[in-house]
């Protein structure tokens, strides 16, 4: 396990190119984090850095968001209002997952039985005013 601590903002890119040079060949990447710890605004930084030109935003009508990067579609999923797996059926997520495309991944903890096996974890806590990051690596 790496642990990573963030202590300001303006360490995200550097960040951000850790955490995409860390997955290797994984695409699907999980961020298991209480609310407001910087899921989301590490998505952004991600996305930025894949040549993503469209804003990003946490998907509020829909459950995923579909941007443009440099190499292919990339999917931001938010599943914190997901009912239940079914909804995640319905919206095929499985499409995504197994598409090789990056999807980066809010609240997985809410479709524990269906993440794939080799997704790419990231655990951030927040300790006082910092956000400490565990990685499964
Ligand atoms: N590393 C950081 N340092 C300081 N502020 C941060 C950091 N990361 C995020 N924030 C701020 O915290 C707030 C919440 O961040 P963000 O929306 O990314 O959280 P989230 O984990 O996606 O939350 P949610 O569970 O609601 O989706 C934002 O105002 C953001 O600017
Ligand atoms: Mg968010």
Redesign the pocket.
Known sequence: MKEII?K??SQLPQIASQLLKLAGDKKVFLFE?P???????IIKELCKQLAVTESIT?PTFSIVNEYTGEGGPIYHF?F?RLKNEKEAYDLGYEEYFYSGNYCFV?WPQKISSLLPEDAFLIKIDLIDQN?LLKIDV
Not at 35 to 41: E, F, Q, V, W
């Open positions: 963030l300001q903002l984090a609310m407001g710890a910087g899921k989301t605004t946490s938010d914190y809010e956000r």
